[in-house]
């Protein structure tokens, strides 16, 4: 298949790639995530987290489902999923920005509220359009599941997820006038032959890469309205907090002083 595709500007990182099943109409998204994954772990690393494995598992493979769902969406889209799992109990965030490739997430698994029943929340901004919110609720412990009961409930549309290997995943998308139960009765053995059975055609490629691109002026802003209201409390006596960031989990120390500069405006990016 050609390769004279658009790809976004992103240096290095993971390739994700769509595909067209012709007269099926359906979008396929596919990539094999081992570099991505390393990249992941060394950033836990760096930052000396210890997921539990079971935690460590979902997390994974709800990173595989974000990007390449995130692959299959336009250009100028800014996404954030949470997904509120009740067992194991635990929240997983993930954030990207397909204009840049960027995706980042973490693992929440302290103060994670008990609810009745698993939450998915997808948070959408695509260019000047205001930011949409969808909330539905899904079953188990599978983000896989989760996604695809998120397309069936908030996008009204089929999405089947496939593990074609140990690191390589395929997403399925419905498109208009797609084959409906030709997509349901999609199998790994079918995926497999795919371009023997079917009319594919190469799309898109994309890369996606492992960045946040937090640092201390986006740590100043976060802090800074608490600050301003109770700065004692905030800095509890002391003169340097340590505060994790929000998206990724990267730890980053706040002096008294550089946050007094900032509120007073005179610190960095204020």
């Excluded at 596919?30 to 997921?51: I, S, W």
């Excluded at 079918?190 to 960045?211: D, F, G, K, S």
């Amino acid at each position: 298949m050609p390769d004279s595709t658009p790809v976004n500007p992103a240096a290095s990182g993971l390739e994700v790639r769509t595909y067209f099943v012709r007269s099926r109409n359906v979008l396929l998204a596919t990539a094999d995530f081992a570099e991505l994954y390393v990249d992941y772990y060394l950033h836990l690393a760096d930052q000396q987290f210890r997921p539990a494995p079971a935690h460590d598992a979902v997390f994974k493979r709800a990173l595989a489902a974000f990007v390449l769902h995130a692959a299959t969406r336009p250009w100028k889209e800014l996404t954030a999923w949470t997904l509120n799992f009740q067992e194991p109990l635990l929240n997983v965030f993930l954030t990207g920005d397909n204009e840049t490739g960027a995706v980042t997430g973490r693992i929440f698994d302290e103060n994670v509220r008990v609810l009745p029943e698993n939450l998915f929340y997808a948070d959408v901004v695509c260019g000047d359009q205001p930011k949409r919110r969808s909330t539905v609720a899904f079953a188990g412990a599978d983000p896989f599941a989760a996604l695809e009961a998120f397309y069936r409930q908030s996008e009204q549309r089929i999405a089947r997820a496939f593990a074609v290997g140990e690191e390589s995943f395929v997403l399925a998308v419905e498109h208009p006038d797609c084959d409906g139960a030709w997509l349901r009765g999609l199998t790994d053995a079918r995926l497999a032959t795919l371009e023997a059975t079917e009319t594919v055609v190469l799309m898109e490629r994309r890369i996606q890469r492992w960045h946040c691109g937090c640092n201390q002026p986006r740590m100043l802003q976060v802090l800074a309205t608490a600050f301003r209201s109770d700065p004692e409390d905030l800095f509890g006596g002391g003169e340097t907090l340590e505060i994790r960031c929000p998206r990724c989990g990267a730890r980053h120390a706040v002096t008294r002083e550089a946050m007094e500069a900032y509120v007073s405006g005179s610190g960095p990016a204020a």
